[in-house]
């Protein structure tokens, strides 16, 4: 494959940001289409587990993120109800850090897309295309064309998909339906943090579990600001678009709740919402020349808060794996993927999980407290470890061999 003709990324989110510049340390030419009329991210904020580091380092972006991220001395649960704390991972202690090397973060999503785009900017052989809405992709015996809503024709030697849980090109690749919605909406917030009066924690991430839906509270950018991302069960009498009766409803089904959930309850802007969902996993997400990456290959629930860092994960991986392949793109995708589907499809089923635990009721509730109370610190860095140890792509003498 000549690596002069342009990898086409559709997509210019955290997954096809990191493609690009992993191809591009690579020496491949990449064009990335954006959709949105600007490369950027939603304002609000982002969790980062240890794991991703490997691969910021990889992409020579872990220095900027480190300048905008905080490190929360723990990510606690709380009961909704009663206010107590149900467990805690210790991530401030040192033997977080000496068990997974590097730090677990919080950050505001615009800095961590900037850290990537400056980036991306800096590289010669990436060029970012703004409002470009692929529409569908042709492929041909050499190569592939990506058609944008506006008419304009994109060509290039791969395609890879990284436009997110609502991919049109997985829908385009594998014609395999919609995701699979759980009935969640999240709502997302943030305010100055001299704005909160609730009586919370200020440096920590703070997880409010109840039957209804959770609630996830951090500071973000030093502290200055308060960052609340809740998730609440839809009921079928709700109206999309309806405030208040989101209002009433998520009202009434934490009528019961400790003062300090309702008090944060009543700062959230619930104007702006977003549906929740995940796919079951699968183990291809390739054909031909096309590939797809991120949330379109793998959508999680975001109870482990590692949709995007699996999204990171995936775009080194996958340019090793072209840049190995000696212009084998077939062998290169199978390898991608046999590479990573296990580790993404385990953060799936393990989210869903633990989404359960969060909301769950009842003698169910008590038995999940009871065993997260008994879990030591150990315990705890143990159960991480398969996911905060991090990814690295086994070398080609240790590989097993590619399914057929
Ligand atoms: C409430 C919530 C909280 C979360 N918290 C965390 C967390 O703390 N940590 C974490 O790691 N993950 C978290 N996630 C998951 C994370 O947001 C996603 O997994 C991650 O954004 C996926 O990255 P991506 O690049 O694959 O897709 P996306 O971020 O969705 O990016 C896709 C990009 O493609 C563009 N696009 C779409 N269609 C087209 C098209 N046809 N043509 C061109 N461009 C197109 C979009 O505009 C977008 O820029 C959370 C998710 C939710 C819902």
Redesign the pocket.
Known sequence: MDRKSPIII???????LSAALALAHHSFTVRV????PEFGAIGFG???GPNVFHALDRLGVSAAVLEKADEPPAVLMIDAFNGKEVTRVATGVPAFRARFKYPYIIIHRIDLHNALLDACRREPLITLVGD???AHFEENDDCVTVTAEDGRGFQGALLVG???????TRAQLLADGEPRRNGFM?F?TIVPMAEVTADVPRDSVALWGGPSGHLVHYPLRHGTLFNI?A?FRRSANSERGDVAAYRAEVDHAYRNAHPTMRALLAMLDLGRR?A?GDRDPIRHWHKGRVVLL???AHPTL?SL?????M?IEDGVCLADCIADGNGDYEAAFRRFESARSVRTARVTLESRAIWDVYHSDGIARDVYWQMLGERSETDTFQCLAWLYDGFRLQTAAKRAPLPG
């Open positions: 559709v997509g210019g989110g955290l997954g096809g289409l954006e959709g949105a982002i969790q980062f470009a809405m692929a990284a436009d997110g849980i609502r991919s049109r999240a997302r991302a998730t977003q929740i991120g949330d379109a975001q808060a590692q949709g995007a860092c999204a």
